[in-house]
Nanobody, 122 residues
Framework: QVQLVESGGGLVQAGGSLRLSCAAS????????MGWFRQAPGKEREFVAT????????YYAEYVQGRFTISRDNAKNTVYLQMNSLKPEDTAVYYC???????????????WGQGTQVTVSS
């Protein structure tokens, strides 16, 4: 069983930056691919970014490509999401999740955190 705890969310002005963290415990973090998803009010949860277990492969949704960067520190059992050039449409609850292999669909992820709110003001 893997437990995931997100942090780093908050209120930021458009054009600003935030870095989200997701600390993992209770499992073998270095064997899991990790992903970030988000859910805005009234919308379905959507894929943001994913990173392979070793950190060598990453994929991004087109709407964050070039602005967001996913990374991980396996020594610290933590995955990060650096978010730059934030837009009001990035406002959502952001979730990290763990999977057996790198994937873009939330159905492939076995464990989820509780989420952290990101609000971008215009």
């Amino acid at each position: 069983q893997v437990q995931l705890v997100e942090s780093g969310g908050g209120l930021v002005q458009a054009g600003g930056s935030l870095r989200l963290s997701c600390a993992a415990s209770g499992g073998t973090f270095r064997r899991n691919a990790m992903g970030w998803f988000r859910q805005a009010p009234g919308k379905e949860r959507e894929f943001v970014a994913t990173i392979s277990a070793g950190g060598l492969t990453t994929y991004y949704a087109e709407y964050v490509q070039g602005r967001f960067t996913i990374s991980r520190d396996n020594a610290k059992n933590t995955v990060y999401l650096q978010m730059n050039s934030l837009k009001p449409e990035d406002t959502a609850v952001y979730y990290c999740a763990a999977a057996r292999s790198i994937a873009g669909r939330d159905s492939n992820y076995d464990f989820w955190g509780q989420g952290t709110q990101v609000t971008v003001s215009s």
